[in-house]
């Protein structure tokens, strides 16, 4: 019985979105397509930052922490999920499925605290543009980004180890990842403990930087309006609308799939994964560079 059980635990089977293998060709030439293009977008940026002189500013800073954030957070999920939907048998190994949930976990969570941290960035640049480069100086734009990193991969560690010690009753997970959710749907004690945790962790991770951005943007809004100029206010703006369209993604859909009083279907969950493991991530680069003047010219 010892030896079933271990081989039981030794590896976890996906469901993934589809049985239907026309489905999941077309999943697999869709998926790999958005692949590239985040990929691409992502080294891209990276690449222009380290480049060109002109982006060597602590918001570029954040900038290329975050897409090296997505470029991890993509490469966690992504080709697993795509090698799945040319296999029968959709099995992760249970170390496999131990460290690709604590990798999503560390990058999700890592991706909000930056983008709170860049938040502030533009907040300092638009409220106090003369006090700029006194309040951002260098020492303290690498203590957020290594701040929001160590917390991240901090409260990852934490929410992994208190998951993988449950008991669980089987190995099927309803879901194309080992999704934090989909893995609690396994265990056969009470979770009520859990979920509590995960809700004092969504808080903390989710939440909280949602309303630090909030907070710095009512300010930067006030700001702006005050400009007597319509043309100085357009400028302004220009600053911080690709900022503020990608935090609405990233905020919107971890709100919806965490923050819910009630947990929404495997479906529902499934859906909001994906849209944000790929549509999000695919389109971070994008509105950074479409939107980005800066960007665009050093293009």
């Known amino acids: 019985m010892g030896r079933e059980n271990q081989t039981w635990l030794s590896e976890f089977i996906l469901l993934g979105l589809s049985s239907d293998w026309e489905t999941q060709v077309s999943f697999i030439v869709l998926f790999l397509a958005m692949y590239m293009v985040t990929m691409l977008g992502n080294f891209l940026v990276l690449l222009l930052i380290r480049l060109d002189n002109r982006l060597n500013t602590f918001m570029y800073l ?5 897409s090296s ?4 957070y993509t490469n966690s999920t992504v080709p697993q999920m795509s090698v799945h939907f040319l296999s ?6 249970f170390h496999s499925c131990v460290l690709q949930l604590y990798i999503s976990l560390a990058m999700g969570s890592a991706e909000f605290f930056l983008l709170a941290a860049m938040a ?12 700029y480069t006194v309040v ?7 203590g957020l980004a290594a701040g929001c990193l160590v917390a991240a991969f901090t409260n990852s560690l934490m929410e992994t180890i208190t998951i993988f010690q449950l008991p669980l009753c089987h190995n099927v997970i309803n879901h194309f990842a080992c999704e934090m959710l989909a893995v609690l749907r396994l265990t056969c004690v009470d979770i009520s403990f859990n979920k509590v945790m995960v809700a004092i962790s969504g808080f903390l991770v989710i939440m909280l930087p949602c309303f630090l951005v909030l907070f710095s943007y009512a300010h930067i809004v006030a700001a702006i309006l005050r ?3 319509a043309q100085g206010r357009c400028r302004a703006f220009g600053t911080c609308t690709s900022h503020l369209t990608v935090v609405s993604m990233c905020f919107g859909t ?3 799939t965490y923050m819910r009083p009630v947990g929404g279907s ?7 994964a994906l849209f944000y493991a790929m549509v999000t991530l695919m389109l971070n680069p994008l509105i950074y560079s479409l939107r980005n003047k800066d960007v665009i010219s050093a293009l």
């Open 254 to 256: 971890a709100i919806f």
């Open 69 to 72: 954030v997505d470029i991890c």
């Open 227 to 229: 400009i007597g100029s």
């Open 62 to 66: 954040f900038l290329s922490v975050l």
């Open 88 to 93: 029968a048998w959709k099995s992760i190994p």
């Open 120 to 131: 502030y960035d533009r907040y300092v640049a638009v409220c106090h543009p003369l006090h």
């Open 266 to 272: 495997s479906a529902e969950q499934k859906m909001v």
């Open 136 to 142: 951002m100086r260098g020492r303290l734009c690498l």
